[in-house]
């Protein structure tokens, strides 16, 4: 059963850091783009970052960049997302996705509070 996991989100003061965690299992995830998504109340899903699979290039939002690095540990089949300098408006909860075989995988999400 393929399956996606975050972990890593939580309370943090405006300017500090996190680092998310998507576990994966059922498949084996360089083999497929992932996508890190966040949605704050009241708005739509959006894309944050994105890493390819093939030569590992990476896509961050504009209200991201600088600020935010995707990356990917082979070994442990997890993706991670560095998360710095964060703001109020970074506040949601944040799902990572893989579309594997033409269908779309979601994990549960991590909230991800940023606030004094």
């Known amino acids: 059963q393929l399956q996606l996991v975050e972990s890593g989100g939580g309370l943090v003061q405006p300017g500090g850091s996190l680092r998310l965690s998507c576990a994966a299992s059922?498949?084996?995830?360089?083999?497929?783009?992932i996508g890190w998504f966040r949605q704050a109340p009241g708005k739509e899903r959006e894309v944050v970052s994105c890493?390819?699979?093939?030569?590992?290039?990476?896509y961050h939002a504009d209200s991201v960049k600088g600020r935010f690095t995707i990356s990917r540990d082979n070994a442990k089949n997890t993706v991670y997302l560095q998360m710095n300098n964060l703001k109020p408006d970074d506040t949601a909860v944040y799902y990572c996705?893989?579309?594997?075989?033409?269908?779309?995988?979601w994990g549960q999400g991590t909230q991800v509070t940023v606030s004094e």
């Open positions: 890493i390819s699979s093939s030569d590992g290039s990476t």
């Open positions: 059922g498949f084996t995830l360089d083999y497929y783009v």
């Open positions: 996705r893989a579309n594997v075989d033409m269908q779309t995988y």
